[in-house]
């Protein structure tokens, strides 16, 4: 979760220096979805840009400068959620943002 907190406040960050606008939004949503339970982060930062979506969550793969990004904070979150039973899914917002969405399957009453 503060991996894409994170994520998002910088996507606004970077917004706001390239435009020189004010303000920002992030959502946060948690909701059930069938079976699954669904928490969504999404922003209306910088976007990211077509070429960039099937390798954001590669190791060390990232679009920030220098001691602002690593690489590893979707990188982990993918795994952590892999790891249990869950998927990440990435969507693009027009005219900009992201949404996050992290799907993890809900217990079985009792168990």
């Known amino acids: 979760?503060?991996?894409?907190l994170t994520n998002a406040l910088h996507a606004i960050e970077d917004r706001q220096r390239a435009d020189g606008s004010s303000g920002g939004r992030i959502d946060v949503v948690l909701d059930r979805a069938g079976d699954e339970l669904r928490l969504?982060?999404?922003d209306d930062g910088v976007g990211v840009a077509v070429e960039d979506l099937e390798r954001m969550t590669d190791l060390f793969y990232t679009t920030k400068e220098v001691g602002r990004g690593t690489g590893l904070g979707l990188a982990l979150v993918l795994g952590v959620v892999n790891q249990h039973g869950g998927r990440v899914h990435f969507e693009r917002r027009e005219p900009r943002g992201l949404v996050v969405e992290v799907f993890l399957a809900l217990a079985e009453e009792g168990a």
């Open 1 to 4: 979760m503060l991996n894409l």
């Open 40 to 42: 969504a982060v999404g």
